[in-house]
């Protein structure tokens, strides 16, 4: 990853007087160390844009993790600021371990009023207008730059509409990533992306009975475009790769046996410059991350079908990323 000169400001704004806190673990940081900075904006061509951010306690030697929400989504809520269950607060945990910088963004607001992403749909009307990838990407150079970070790796991750955007910025800025994980997301058949070559090591995570995005392809409920099948989304990057063809699969421990859904693990390797793809092929899971610390209650569940708890999610991607 290589840092560039800035063409946007980067504004830090903190809280008077409060200090930051890992919400799994309640260590206080204080306001201006290692921490979670609640507060923080960048401006885009004159638009301010948000975001939050996790420091380890050597953010010079840190790797950047990027988790974007999906849609009506937001950052305090992908990263489980908000209260909520949310598989990806996991990634606190992981970054102070591993010593990792995390950004957790906010979308801009598209028609219907939910915050979300300019992924590549043509067929989405409902999605925002902004140009996102300018937003992120300047994003990851603004830390990488002012933490001293311009030889470390970043990745990006992301769920529903925000792994559709992290699938964009693997196709338009594939010099600032060094990999990619999407779950419960595909590529879309109408889009106005274009055609990208960079090899890009890929994770897919879907569910086979996502009531939302269908696995086997087709239109997203309500009315959010057309897309390309699972199975689909994985064939292309193993193309773009030219990684080896897959392994039979393996079956990975079903630590939960209430939950309806068990997990096939595909993994293709040798690409180009070394790179991988992973599928997560989630059998009997719904339009959700899987996780075994952080599980939905019923009520959610009635909307986006089963979650696994056979796997923890943030985990699965890091160690894919990790080994890269």
Known sequence: MKSTTLLVTLTLLTACGSSTKNPNNNVDFGTADPGIQTNRTINIEGLERRYKLFLPQTPSAANIVMILHGNRGSSAQVIGLEGTKAPHKIWLDIALRDNLILIAPDGETGSEGHQGWNDCRTDAPTNPITDDVLFLGSLIDAIAEEFNTPDQKAFVVGTSN?????????????EKLHAFASVVA???INTECPDATAPMSALIMNGTADPILPYTGGHIKPQRGELYSTLDAVNYWVNRNQTTTADNGISLPNMNTNDNSTVTLYS???????????HYEVVGGGHTEPSIAEQYGLIWKTVVGEQNNDVETAEEIWRFFSSL
Do not use: F, N, W
């Not at 925000?162 to 594939?174: C, K, S, T």
């Open 162 to 174: 925000g792994g559709m955007m992290a699938m964009r910025l693997a196709d338009e800025v594939p």
């Open 268 to 278: 293709y390797s040798d690409g180009i410059d070394d790179t991988q793809v992973k």
């Open 186 to 188: 595909s590529r879309p």
